[in-house]
């Protein structure tokens, strides 16, 4: 079998980086989270002063976006790779409700995209990887060979948020989540650089009525279909 590029794009919380995830362990690919990478820009931003209540201190990032490298390794119990930020790993404290309010307009910067982007790009080149994001079939690998789009109702959606925040024994509020949940949406849709959208390549997945295991089959059916 040859080695392929696959490009999970789509809404926020939709599921793409377990369904990623997961088959990236089943063939034996390196996974690379991308939203993770803004997540842990986004948690750089505000432990260092970046923020100042919502307002992006810009130049302040831009003079350090450099010195910020994301890495990945396989956690050996979860059988997972976690995000590290400069060396340490931020796997946790990149998922609270804090980093999710604020990572939409991280994201949205014109030189955060352009730094993510080239780290993303430098660990794809040996192809057998798995990556997810916003952007991946657009602008990152726009020459993978399997290329995916995800979506769900933003209903739905919340309540996967808020079942996996309930679930780590974490404070949630449904309608708090629904909220930022077509917030990102919007966001992720109408911004100038890189906006969230299907690449004309790429295979529509809607999840909403799906079960892991029916999205699962669906997955390796294409997986098989390209990578032969």
Not at 110 to 135: H, N
């Amino acid at each position: 079998m040859k080695k392929i590029t696959i490009a999970i794009d789509g809404f926020s919380s939709c599921g793409k980086s377990t369904m990623a995830k997961d088959l990236a362990r089943e063939v034996g690919y390196i996974y690379i989270d991308s939203g993770a990478m803004y997540r842990a820009v986004t948690l750089y931003s505000i432990e260092n002063g970046i923020f100042n209540g919502d307002v992006i201190d810009t130049e302040k990032l831009k003079n350090e976006i450099k010195n910020i490298r994301i890495s990945f390794q396989l956690n050996k119990e979860t059988g997972r790779p976690d995000t590290y930020l400069n060396g340490v790993n931020v796997e946790n404290k990149i998922r609270s409700m804090e980093v999710s309010s604020k990572v939409s307009p991280i994201s949205t910067l014109d030189f955060v995209r352009e730094e993510m982007v080239a780290q993303q790009q430098t660990m794809g080149k040996e192809k057998g990887i798995v990556m997810d994001g916003r952007d991946i079939g657009t602008t990152v690998f726009p020459d993978a060979e399997l290329k995916i789009f995800v979506t769900a109702t933003p209903e739905i959606r919340a309540q996967r948020r808020y079942d996996e925040l309930k679930a780590k024994g974490q404070e949630a509020s449904f309608d708090e989540i629904l909220e930022n949940v077509k917030q990102r949406d919007y966001i992720d849709q109408n911004r100038e650089v890189s906006p969230l959208r299907k690449a004309e390549d790429a295979l529509l997945l809607d999840n909403t009525h799906l079960s892991i295991e029916e999205q699962k089959e669906w997955l390796f059916r294409q997986f098989n279909k390209v990578s032969k």
